[in-house]
């Protein structure tokens, strides 16, 4: 079953252009960021096959542990909205080192603490 709110915002991920300046910027980052997203809510499990935009790949992997990354949303609350991001944003910062938007990042320090690159 699909879940949505009215006040749900989608993040597109399209967007997300910025990369990390470095390898251990990221790492750091990424530990933080998988932390956090611990503590958001998952919404919309699916069973599908995406196929990444940049890397072509069939399945979103996560960096390190080849891990497969289930198809699903994460929702973010940020005062009278919710972001709505898809787990493809695993794939996007572990593998492609792509930066997420800075009011996703400000939603998440809300949520649980202020992230290391503040």
Same mark, same amino acid.
């Given at each position: 079953?699909?879940?949505?709110?009215?006040?749900?915002?989608?993040?597109?991920?399209?967007?997300?252009?910025?990369? +990390?300046?470095?390898?251990? !910027?990221? !790492?750091? +980052?990424? #530990?933080? +960021?998988?932390?956090?997203?611990? #503590?958001?809510?998952?919404?919309?499990?699916?069973?599908?096959?995406?196929?990444?935009?940049?890397?072509?790949?069939?399945?979103?992997?996560?960096? #390190?542990?080849?891990?497969?990354?289930? #198809?699903?949303?994460?929702?973010?609350?940020?005062?009278?909205?919710? +972001?709505?991001?898809?787990?493809?944003?695993?794939?996007?910062?572990?593998?492609?080192?792509?930066?997420?938007?800075?009011?996703?990042?400000?939603?998440?320090?809300?949520?649980?603490?202020?992230?290391?690159?503040?």
């Amino acid at each position: 079953m699909i879940s949505h709110k009215p006040n749900d915002r989608k993040i597109n991920l399209d967007l997300m252009s910025t990369e +990390f300046k470095s390898n251990s !910027e990221k !790492e750091t +980052f990424l #530990k933080w +960021f998988l932390d956090a997203l611990d #503590k958001a809510e998952v919404i919309n499990k699916r069973r599908h096959i995406a196929i990444c935009p940049i890397c072509n790949e069939k399945n979103f992997l996560l960096h #390190k542990e080849n891990k497969v990354i289930s #198809k699903y949303e994460y929702r973010i609350p940020d005062g009278e909205i919710n +972001f709505i991001v898809d787990s493809s944003i695993l794939h996007l910062v572990s593998v492609h080192s792509l930066v997420p938007d800075r009011s996703l990042i400000a939603a998440l320090e809300n949520l649980y603490c202020k992230s290391p690159e503040s």
